[in-house]
Nanobody
């Protein structure tokens, strides 16, 4: 089970940190990722982090503004978002899949999903 939290209503330029807490099993050996989905749009990949936490990868749309990290002891993954823009408004989802060393950026490649948390950025 993955539980995403931390969403809310913020103003453009603000920062926000999302959390994704895992329960029921350990995700220590899993690659974790964040996606988002705006109304009427496809679910978009944002960032992924290896099980070890030593490698990350970002979509161009958020590179330099968003940071993914994980705390294995807490079984939690984070997405630190800065310089938020109105176009960042979406439901944000965390996801997990077994880490086999490859990089995965497509929705269909992830096995476990959180329920989503709404982020709304006002101008």
């Amino acid at each position: 089970q993955l539980q995403a939290s931390g969403g809310g209503l913020v103003q453009a330029g603000d920062s926000l940190r999302l959390s994704c807490a895992a329960s029921g099993r350990t995700f220590s050996w899993y690659a974790m990722a964040w996606f988002r989905q705006a109304p009427g749009k496809e679910r978009e990949f944002l960032a992924t982090i290896r099980w070890s936490g030593d490698s990350t990868y970002y979509a161009d749309s958020v590179k330099g503004r968003f940071t993914i990290s994980r705390d294995s002891a807490k079984n939690t993954v984070y997405l630190q978002m800065t310089s938020l823009k109105p176009e960042d408004t979406a439901v944000y989802y965390c996801a997990a899949r077994w880490d086999d060393g490859s990089r995965y950026v497509e929705r269909r490649q992830y096995t476990y999903w959180g329920q989503g948390t709404q982020v709304t950025v006002s101008s």
